[in-house]
């Protein structure tokens, strides 16, 4: 089994994956091992650039893969620290909320959760940004 390293990889199927990955040449075969694997996107805004990230299958609990280089459209390797940081600290919060898992199976309430404001603040910000957009 080969080296494993942070990659982002296309799919003959448009799917655009980033994962630690290693690569097993299995007899001439090669087949690669995807531990983690997460799409990323990146959201542009008015304010600046938020990044999105979400398992690339969403209901298995397992967390490594395997895909047949047949399947690969490009690979390449990432070292920008920016995105590894992004991807390991998704992937402690995910680790953290599992171990958290709660009684009876409810997870606890935390302010990764996605809750920032209240309704009307929310409704305030967007109407600001229709605003501003509309001024421009």
């Given at each position: 089994m ?8 296309k799919?003959?199927t ?12 299995n007899?001439?075969d090669?087949i690669?091992?995807l531990?983690?694997?997460v799409?990323?996107?990146?959201i ?12 690339w ?16 459209v490009?690979?390449?390797e990432?070292s920008?620290s920016?995105v ?5 600290r998704?992937i402690?919060?995910c680790?953290e ?5 709660g009684?009876?199976n409810?997870s606890?309430?935390t302010?990764?959760?996605?809750y920032?404001s209240s309704v009307e603040?929310?409704r305030k910000?967007l109407?600001?940004?229709?605003k501003?957009l509309?001024e421009?």
């Amino acid at each position: 089994m080969g080296e494993e390293f942070y990659s982002s990889i296309k799919l003959v199927t448009g799917e655009e994956i980033f994962s630690l990955i290693s690569i097993d040449e299995n007899d001439g075969d090669p087949i690669i091992l995807l531990q983690n694997p997460v799409i990323i996107k990146t959201i542009n805004t008015i304010n600046g650039s938020l990044v999105k990230v979400k398992p690339w299958m969403e209901i298995p609990t397992d967390d490594l893969f395997i895909i047949k280089s047949d399947k690969v459209v490009t690979m390449t390797e990432v070292s920008d620290s920016s995105v590894i940081e992004i991807y390991t600290r998704y992937i402690e919060d995910c680790e953290e909320e599992t171990e958290n898992f709660g009684d009876n199976n409810r997870s606890k309430i935390t302010d990764k959760m996605g809750y920032v404001s209240s309704v009307e603040d929310a409704r305030k910000n967007l109407e600001k940004i229709f605003k501003d957009l509309k001024e421009s």
